[in-house]
Structure formats: structure tokens, C-alpha cells
């Protein structure tokens, strides 16, 4: 057995790049053994807690700062199953947690587990935006793996709510918005609604990834006078447009 006492994570400097920074110290063991008389991969486990732990990134030359509650790792490998955990807790904010197995790691290769996101607040960008631009909203998703790692599967639903972005980039003044992907299997469905100041948007959508080289995404948009305003341009959309910049009721040129 090995175990890591107090390593912080300063000591990588020297291998990171400029855009990225990291602190916080890590404490964890590993137990892992290899029986050469027989064949297979080797039986053990991993364990990694960490302390304090805090990464900025530099997006678009403004810092994005993550701190950590909670940043615990592991991973294992028995009776022929590979398994990997995480419990992630943002500090002043929601958490991530979940498992992925695969089993028959060197033949089938049979996927199983959970990913979870309980309340994660997306405010969390809003050190990247410019001076008057935030984003705002809640995200939730219980998502179940299946299938295989050729044939990947997915089960379960994701949600945006109270979504809320301000920005000089948005064509329209977005109000508190919903978002929700359900997914089946090899397959998907979007529905949401984006409602602005003059009317909303609602969103339909579906994708399939049944054949993995060949998958298809489609989405849908339907909207009763919602006016987006893209530069030097005005559209209208119509009640029964099928895309979002398609069968507009009117184009007007802006300044001229």
C-alpha cells in the first residue's frame, strides 16, 4: 500500500500552462497488486481526497476561479470490473457526484452507473462576462449508463431552469427560461421554453445516436412575435416557423 500525505498541488506549476492555476493540498492511498502468474489486469484500488483545492482558468483574458468543498476521487479494479467515483461539492454551490463502471474491461466492455448534477448554479461563469453581462440558472440532471462502450447508452433527465443570460451577444432580452433533455437509451428529446419581453420561444428537439458514426441531432423552434435583433438587423418570427432564423415574417434593414 502507498499512501500520499499532503501533496499540494503547487508543485505542478511547472507542468501547467500560464492559463491555468492550482492550490489546495491532496491526501489519498493506493492499494494495488498483479498476480504475473496469471492473466488479466492487475486487482487494486485508489483512493484521492482533496483540501482547500482551488483551480482558476483564464478564459477570453479574465480569470474563472473554482473552488472546491468537497473533491473526492476513486477508482477500482476487481473480479474483472473497472469502476470510477467522484464526489465534487462547489463551494457556495451545487455538487457532482456519480459512478462508471465497465465491466469485462478487456472484452465486452459493458458500461454501467450514474451521473448526477444537483443544483449547480451557472453564475458561476459570470467572472468571464463583460462589465453588464451574467448568466443565471439551475442546473439538475440523474443520468444512468448502459449499453457498451462501442454502443454507448444513456438514461434519465437533465434540466436548466430559471435560465437567464444578459449579454451584448444575446439577438434578444432573455426572462427566466426552462430547458429539459430526456434521454432513452441511444436516443434524446429537448423541450423548453425562452421567453423574452415581447412574446417566447418554444423549443423542440430530438437527437439519435444509434449508429455512433452516423448520429443526427434536430431542433425546433416556434415563436409569436418575438423580436431578435442581430447586428444592423430586425427579424420577426413567425407563429409557425419551423427554425429559428427561417419563414421570417420580416427582415428590415437597420440604419441605412
Given amino acids: 500500500m502507498v499512501n500520499l500525505n499532503r501533496f499540494d498541488l503547487a508543485m505542478l506549476k511547472p507542468f501547467m500552462p500560464d492559463t491555468t492555476q ?7 492511498k493506493a492499494d494495488v497488486s498483479w498476480d504475473t502468474t496469471k492473466e488479466g489486469l492487475p486487482q487494486g484500488n485508489v483512493t484521492l481526497s482533496g483540501r482547500n483545492v482551488k483551480v482558476t482558468q483564464t478564459v477570453n483574458d479574465a480569470p474563472l476561479p473554482v473552488a472546491f468543498e468537497t473533491l473526492n476521487l476513486s477508482a477500482d479494479l476487481h473480479n474483472n470490473r473497472a469502476e470510477l467515483g467522484w464526489l465534487i461539492r462547489l463551494t457556495n454551490n451545487g455538487q457532482f457526484d456519480g459512478k462508471v463502471q465497465v465491466s469485462d474491461p478487456q472484452g465486452r466492455r459493458n458500461l454501467g452507473g450514474n451521473v448526477n448534477m444537483r443544483n449547480v448554479n451557472l453564475a458561476m461563469v459570470n467572472p468571464i462576462f463583460s462589465r453588464g453581462e451574467k448568466a ?15 454502443s454507448p447508452q444513456l438514461f434519465g433527465q437533465l434540466q436548466l431552469s430559471a435560465l437567464d443570460i444578459d449579454g451584448n451577444f444575446m439577438p434578444f432580452e432573455m426572462q427566466p427560461s426552462q430547458l429539459t433533455m430526456n434521454f432513452s437509451g441511444t436516443r434524446s428529446t429537448l423541450a423548453g421554453i425562452v421567453r423574452t419581453q415581447q412574446g417566447q420561444i418554444n423549443l423542440n428537439g430530438n437527437a439519435d445516436w444509434s449508429q ?15 423580436r431578435i435583433t442581430v447586428p444592423r438587423w430586425c427579424v420577426w418570427m413567425s407563429r409557425r416557423m419551423s427554425s429559428l432564423m427561417r419563414h421570417l415574417r420580416c427582415l428590415r434593414w437597420m440604419g441605412v
Fill in 22 to 28: 492550482a492550490s489546495g493540498i491532496f491526501s489519498g
Fill in 136 to 150: 443565471a440558472g439551475m442546473l439538475n440532471a440523474r443520468l444512468r449508463l448502459g449499453g457498451d462502450v462501442q
Fill in 212 to 226: 455512433i458514426d452516423n448520429w443526427r441531432a434536430r431542433v425546433t423552434a416556434k415563436g409569436s412575435r418575438v
